[in-house]
């Protein structure tokens, strides 16, 4: 016990402990699910109602998804198309082409699915005062307490890693006052058992097939085997633990009478044995393993458990710390609080919380080993959830990594890291089959399966299902991974491999336009549609300038990546080649970049999704500082696209504009996105906010949002995407003071920055990794002990200077 205390002590930064805890917190228990407070630990999730007499615990596994590996031969006649789909584009009839491109198209992905429901029923005698929950996300836990009958009752929830389990622990300020009965149910097909007195097991297997949702109510939308054999097994027990008073079983539950303590512990697992084998037939034992988890809990007391527990979130969570403005204090439950921010209220401290509440989120729902955090994160409790709370890889899935390397939670990269792995290999297939090409292709959709292929069976929208980059696009994943940590190692031995797979891929991919620029044929902008020179509206045409942004990005990593591992002369060469004649950005004619091949109007112009600007962000190839047009091109798309959009629509802007160096625009969309929506639920185009549990509206729930939200406020604070380390690039004027610490910098820099008066006070700067570190910002600033000052350049400051590996240099504002 002593031990695990003093490796709590050591893993918590005193950067931390000089913060107050950052809470959520309410005075009602939720009445729906998106007032109810997520826990996990990155494989076990758990949606905690906080209600007194009938506590509903809603609970998921990260691994439980319908369907097994996908299968070959799903449309052998795909490659006879695509000629005849660019025979339709080169004669500019694009509307064929887009009915044509429905022939080549595979099945849908699968979907993510609820584990059940844990239900805690207590019989009060009376009524209740003092109610209060919260989620401090400084600790990763949820509370709930309140009084009847002068006894206070307390219940704490939290998902652990170490021990791999769900504790949920029961107490009272008076002795003997525990009588509850617990129930645990399933939506999915199931056998029950209560086992000895204290222990309810739950067997069963997911559907062989979820239709998405959006397909509306087919027959079956739901497929099972009948027998029951053929869908991922799950088991998940649960174990009530009691001190004092008496337990006692019946098929419906275990009740506990008089008890003055009581500890639930939750173990679930599911036979997923990877993207490739099948879950019946080669899956894992879900029982073994469940028992296996519980099995060790119950050998800990709670208190270690809880050390245990704490120890390991600290390990993450107590790298960053954001203080802005003081973070002053507001005394108000956090959906009044929303709410008063809603209504134009300044509350920096809500920013800095939801900045916070994005790590949270990301550590509680992302391990390395596990698997990657959909569009829900690992939260759902829908058997046909919106989009099957699938990867969506047209802008979703990577909009949930965005914080990983920036908010210093690399290794949490990974599980996206290895999906990427996985997709090489199912889309080396699907590049083969639906396109008679080397290398590999993902589309945008994916799921646990790494599935790859265009969805649709015949009758998905091409301007989604046919999109081809969602492989090119996860290179930049790879390659910003080994930017951030200059791990050589993965560089040659993961990353590389993979990229020059895509390479390959997109080598055969590409086409020549009439002018001889290389071109993407078919090609859409997610997911917008235009109207041409005809006035007739597309969506499939050639070179979209997202495609092509896309393609610039994976060819100047591989060169880059190739000539320093001093690979592949010959490939790289041809990289070079086509380099030099890709499609090239255009301006159009109201000084917007332009989308599509032609300078074509937009169906929708105020579309959510902005896939043109993928350069400004998450590319590097438009900044203010060295593409100066490009960017003011940037700018007025923006302005004509307008701020309204979906919540991760909004989420996306905010780092658009804080790579424009636009730090009071950044933070109207931060704003814009912070705003209280209790709307119920779809709205494909806008309408974007944030639920009372700070997660993300679409709206529905979707957890890019958040994680875009979180990226987006380091990309106001910090930025290293062209070659230097800029500090504050992107102050709003909102954020007078602060102090912000343990960010990373491309180069594997850590980096702290005070400022205060609206300027610049001071930095530090880890060197992790050693080499000559370059240091922008708006202020003058000079290296601390040392006479050099940093020189103006362009708008700007600019210094460099060699580091040492592991050292920390001190930036201080200068005259
Ligand atoms: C894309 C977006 C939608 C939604 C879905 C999951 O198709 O256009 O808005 O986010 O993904």
Redesign the pocket.
């Known amino acids: 016990m002593k031990k695990l205390f003093i490796a709590l002590l050591l893993s918590s930064p005193l950067v931390a402990l000089s913060q107050q805890p950052l809470k959520l917190w309410y005075n009602q228990p939720a009445k729906r699910w998106t007032q109810a407070l997520p826990v996990g630990n990155g494989r076990l999730g758990a949606m905690v109602f906080g209600r007194p007499d009938d506590e509903l615990i809603q609970l998921n596994e990260s691994s439980l998804w319908s369907g097994g590996p996908v299968k070959g031969g799903m449309n052998p006649n795909s490659p006879s198309y695509l000629p005849q789909v660019r025979e339709a584009i080169f004669a500019g009839d694009y509307q064929k082409a887009q009915e044509l491109s429905k022939k080549m198209q595979g099945h849908y992905s699968e979907g993510y699915l609820p584990l059940g429901d844990i239900r805690i029923k207590q019989n009060f005698n009376g009524s209740v005062s003092n109610y209060y929950r919260d989620l401090n996300i400084s600790d990763a836990i949820a509370t709930t307490r309140f009084t009847i009958n002068g006894v206070t009752y307390k219940r704490e929830v939290f998902s652990s890693a170490p021990a791999q389990v769900i504790i949920v622990r029961l107490t009272a300020s008076k002795p003997n006052q525990l009588s509850l009965k617990v129930l645990a149910s399933t939506p999915l097909k199931n056998r029950k058992a209560v086992t000895g007195q204290n222990t309810i097991l739950i067997k069963g297997s997911a559907p062989t097939h979820v239709d998405p949702s959006y397909l509306g109510k087919k027959p079956n939308p739901i497929h099972y085997d009948d027998s029951l054999s053929k869908g991922m097994r799950y088991a998940w027990v649960t174990k009530v633990l009691n001190k004092g008073g008496a337990v006692s079983a019946d098929t419906s539950g275990i009740s506990i009478k008089n008890a003055s303590e009581v500890t639930i512990l939750i173990s679930a697992a599911t036979s997923y044995n990877g993207f490739d084998k099948s879950p019946v037939t080669e899956g894992k034992d879900e029982l073994a393993i469940s028992r296996k988890y519980l099995a060790g809990a119950i050998t800990l007391p709670y208190t270690s458990l809880l050390a245990a527990h704490l120890a390991d979130y600290h390990h993450y969570f107590n790298r960053v710390s954001l203080k802005l403005n003081n973070n002053e204090a507001v005394s108000l439950p956090t959906n009044e609080r929303l709410l008063a921010y809603t209504k134009g209220d300044k509350d920096a401290g809500l920013e800095s919380l939801f900045f916070q509440f994005g790590r949270y989120l990301l550590i509680s729902s992302s391990r390395p080993g596990g698997i990657p955090a959909n569009?829900q994160g690992i939260w759902n409790n829908e058997t046909r959830p919106?989009?099957s709370s699938n990867y969506?890889i047209?802008?979703?899935a990577q909009m949930n990594y965005w914080p990983a390397e920036t908010a210093n939670l690399s290794e949490l990269h990974q599980p996206l890291l290895r999906l990427t792995g996985e997709l090489a290999i199912t889309g080396k297939t699907t590049a083969k089959e639906f396109y008679n090409l080397n290398g590999w292709v993902a589309h945008?959709n994916s799921d646990i399966w790494a599935m790859s292929n265009p969805v649709g069976d015949g009758t998905g929208d091409p301007m989604?299902a046919n999109w081809s980059m969602g492989g090119d696009w996860l290179c930049r994943h790879l390659w910003d991974h080994y930017l951030f940590t200059k791990d050589e190692v993965f560089l040659k031995n993961k990353a590389y491999p993979l990229m020059k797979g895509a390479v390959d891929f997109t080598l055969g991919w590409l086409v020549k336009d009439k002018d001889g620029y290389w071109v993407t044929a078919p090609s859409g902008s997610?997911?917008n549609a235009f109207k041409d020179e005809n006035g007739k509206v597309g969506t499939i045409a050639l070179g979209s300038t997202m495609d092509m942004s896309i393609i610039r990005d994976l060819f100047a990593h591989f060169v880059t990546a190739s000539e320093k591992l001093g690979l592949d002369k010959a490939l790289r060469d041809t990289v070079i080649a086509r380099q030099a004649k890709l499609l090239p950005f255009h301006i159009g004619k109201k000084g917007n970049l332009v989308e599509w091949y032609k300078d074509w109007d937009e169906t929708d112009p105020h579309h959510?999704?902005v896939s043109h600007l993928y350069g400004l962000y998450p590319g590097e190839q438009i900044s203010p500082v060295t593409t100066p047009d490009l960017a003011a091109a940037a700018k007025k798309t923006l302005e004509l696209r307008g701020d309204e959009g979906?919540g991760?629509s909004k989420a996306w802007k905010i780092n658009f504009w804080a790579r424009l160096l636009d730090g009071n625009h950044a933070h109207k969309l931060l704003r814009d996105l912070l705003h209280l929506t209790g709307e119920d639920g779809t709205n494909?185009a806008s309408g974007g906010g944030t639920y009372a549990n700070l997660f993300d509206a679409?709206p529905p729930f979707?957890i890019?949002g958040n994680f875009g939200a979180t990226a987006g406020v380091v990309e106001m604070l910090l930025q290293s995407q062209t070659g230097d380390v800029y500090l504050l690039p992107a102050l709003p004027d909102e954020w007078k003071s602060g102090v912000i610490k343990g960010l990373k910098a491309r180069g594997n820099y850590e980096v702290g920055i005070s400022w205060a008066e609206h300027k610049l006070a001071k930095a530090s700067i880890t060197s992790v990794a050693g080499g000559i570190c370059k240091v922008r910002s708006n202020w003058p600033f000079k290296l601390a002990g040392n006479a050099a000052s940093a020189k103006k350049d362009g708008e700007s400051y600019l210094l460099s200077f060699q580091t040492q590996k592991g050292k920390t240099y001190q930036l201080l504002a200068d005259k």
């Open positions: 569009l919106p989009w969506t047209n802008i979703n945008h989604w997610p997911e959510r999704h979906t991760w494909y679409h979707q890019d």
